[in-house]
């Protein structure tokens, strides 16, 4: 699964943030890489992280910059070969407040990629998008399909010599400013604040996000949208095995909030496959690439949606997740 980065040059916008960090960790001690670039815009984030991760063999680089810049971007990507796309603005109460500097990082930011890319030839380029782009009821899950239209339609441009693709997945357990941080910090305070009991999620760990990330980049071929198959829990759950015996104020769904997330839409089934442990949802428009995924092609108004979703999260298998 490995061999896709060997020998090559690897940049990861965004990534001083939880899952860049997995990533790169995972690069260095299991890929022959020959060389893996940070690009972030904070250069605290960076220094922090250049003195915790050990890199002997001196494959890491550190590139301030940020995705709104593209000029900075072409001479970033020259060299380079694969990109993952991680760079986001990701909170959504913030960004319903703030909502033009959510389109100039999600959706220009992407923009700018998608543009050096090509420009640069880079070989593959993978978005990391959410369950939040289907359906999108916030600013944040609008500016994340856009980003994927983008990226999707880029390769009528890229003429095969630069692939685009996209991976979608839920909620990530145990990322920075994740819900488990919220509760935590709450507890400490003696009463947690719940939404609404009916609210459910799809979760992955870190670990499972950077696998299917690898999986996709050894599979794409262009224009795709990877789904994984992940577990559903219900928020209240969550909050009985993280706060268990405090007091639960429930207080609402917040602007923007849904009470379940879509990973595949009911509009969406038309075009997608079923593989062992992930959907592929292949573009309705011609690109001008051919894909040859050999799935089992979804039933037509086929939905993939946390509250629908047959594989439960179960609390001693959370309580397994976070102490792993």
């Given amino acids: 699964m490995y061999e896709v980065f060997a020998g090559k040059t690897v940049l990861i916008t965004g990534a001083t943030g939880s899952f860049g960090k997995r990533l790169i960790k995972t690069l260095l001690k299991k890929s022959e890489a020959k060389k893996i670039i940070v690009f972030s815009r ?28 593209e000029q900075r971007l072409n001479r970033a990507f020259h060299g380079v070969d694969i990109v993952v796309h991680a760079a986001a603005l990701k909170q959504v109460p913030a960004l319903e407040y703030n909502p ?25 380029v993978l978005l990391l998008s959410t369950d939040k782009a289907v359906n999108p009821a916030n600013l944040y899950g609008a500016t994340k399909l856009c980003a994927e239209k983008l990226v999707v339609a880029s390769n009528s441009y890229a003429a095969g010599s630069t692939k685009l693709s996209v991976l979608r997945y ?12 919220v509760i935590k910090a709450q507890k400490e305070e003696g009463k947690v604040k719940l939404t609404d009991e009916r609210m459910t999620r799809f979760w992955i760990t870190l670990d499972q996000a950077v696998g299917f990330a690898i999986k996709s980049l050894n599979i794409m071929q262009g224009g795709e949208i990877f789904i994984p198959k992940i577990p559903s829990m219900r928020i209240k759950d969550i909050f ?7 007091e639960v104020e429930t207080i609402g769904i917040r602007p923007g909030e849904k009470l379940h997330e879509v990973l595949l839409g009911f509009d969406e089934s038309r075009k997608a496959k079923e593989l062992d ?13 051919e894909r040859e995924h050999k799935g089992i092609k979804v039933e037509e108004g086929f939905t993939y949606v946390s509250n629908l979703n047959t594989k439960w999260l179960e609390g001693n298998q959370l309580k397994d997740m976070l102490e792993n």
Avoid at 42 to 69: H, T
Avoid at 170 to 177: E, H, M, T
Avoid at 240 to 246: E, L, N, S
Wanted: hydrophobic share 40%; glycine share 8%; aromatic share 4%.
């Fill in 240 to 246: 009985d095995v993280v706060a268990p015996g405090i």
């Fill in 100 to 124: 033009f500097e959510a389109i100039k990082t999600n959706i220009m930011g992407t923009h700018n990629v998608v543009n050096a890319a090509i420009d640069q030839k880079v070989q593959k």
């Fill in 42 to 69: 904070d250069e605290l984030k960076q220094s922090v992280m250049q003195a915790a991760i050990e890199d002997p063999q001196n494959r890491l680089r550190y590139f301030l910059g940020d995705v709104r810049d």
């Fill in 170 to 181: 839920g909620n990530v357990l145990g990322s920075r400013g994740s819900l488990l941080d």
């Fill in 277 to 289: 442990e992930v959907y592929v949802l292949e573009p309705e428009q011609n690109i001008g690439t």
